[in-house]
T-cell receptor, first 111, second 113 residues
Framework: RKEVEQDPGPFNVPEGATVAFNCTYS??????FFWYRQDCRKEPKLLMS???SGNEDGRFTAQLNRASQYISLLIRDSKLSDSATYLC????????????FGSGTRLSIRP | DVKVTQSSRYLVKRTGEKVFLECVQD?????MFWYRQDPGLGLRLIYF???????EKGDIPEGYSVSREKKERFSLILESASTNQTSMYLC????????????FGPGTRLTVT
């Protein structure tokens, strides 16, 4: 079983829609969680951290469910520019060498 | 603005050749990383360095070595390139106490024929 699993998609949604996707992790020792965004043929960039209490950054909301071992990302009022691959990232033991990237969920927003 | 640069965007090498991939960061970051990214497998850590001359193996170090002689530079070496090392190689750096906030270079697409 992969340590971090994501639905690869693609999720194809119309502009203005709300879309959400999850990421599950297998190791309960995981301590911190993040979402990165990777545009086509570009490098990944940190999108947001995921806190136990959940956090919001504009149209983006990230949540953590430790009991079920998953994190989620919700995008409201989606824009064409949101089209990208979203990578779930899990940090185990707060160790720099134990940062695990998921293989990503591809999101495509259509006009 | 943080900048991580990699020596080549595209590279084609023959099986058995020694390959050097260079990465330079300009933010005085302590940590530097080398990943490879393959479809369906995501980013996999090859090696990590937390200081000059210090390194740790990642998940897939076999067939690779690294060198960090200066803080800003982290090199990945393929001792004898093989076709299964054809991949996108991404370098990243981060502050020592914010290892999760990694800044990536543009990547090197390596093809081994």
């Amino acid at each position: 079983r992969k340590e971090v699993e994501q639905d690869p998609g693609p999720f194809n949604v119309p502009e203005g829609a709300t879309v959400a996707f999850n990421c599950t992790y297998s190791n309960s020792a995981s301590q911190s969680f993040f979402w990165y965004r990777q545009d086509c043929r570009k490098e990944p960039k940190l999108l947001m951290s995921v806190y136990s209490s959940g956090n919001e950054d504009g149209r983006f909301t990230a949540q953590l469910n430790r009991a079920s071992q998953y994190i989620s990302l919700l995008i409201r009022d989606s824009k064409l520019s949101d089209s990208a691959t979203y990578l779930c990232v899990v940090n185990m033991y707060s160790s720099a060498s134990k940062i695990i990237f998921g293989s990503g969920t591809r999101l495509s927003i259509r006009p | 603005d943080v900048k991580v640069t990699q020596s080549s965007r595209y590279l084609v090498k023959r099986t058995g050749e020694k390959v050097f991939l260079e990465c330079v960061q300009d933010m005085d970051h302590e940590n530097m990383f080398w990943y490879r990214q393959d479809p369906g497998l995501g980013l996999r850590l090859i090696y990590f360095s937390y200081d000059v001359k210090m390194k740790e193996k990642g998940d897939i170090p076999e067939g690779y070595s690294v060198s960090r002689e200066k803080k800003e530079r982290f090199s990945l070496i393929l001792e004898s390139a093989s076709t299964n090392q054809t991949s996108m190689y991404l370098c990243a750096s981060s502050h020592g106490d914010r290892s999760y906030e990694q800044y990536f270079g543009p990547g090197t697409r390596l093809t081994v024929t």
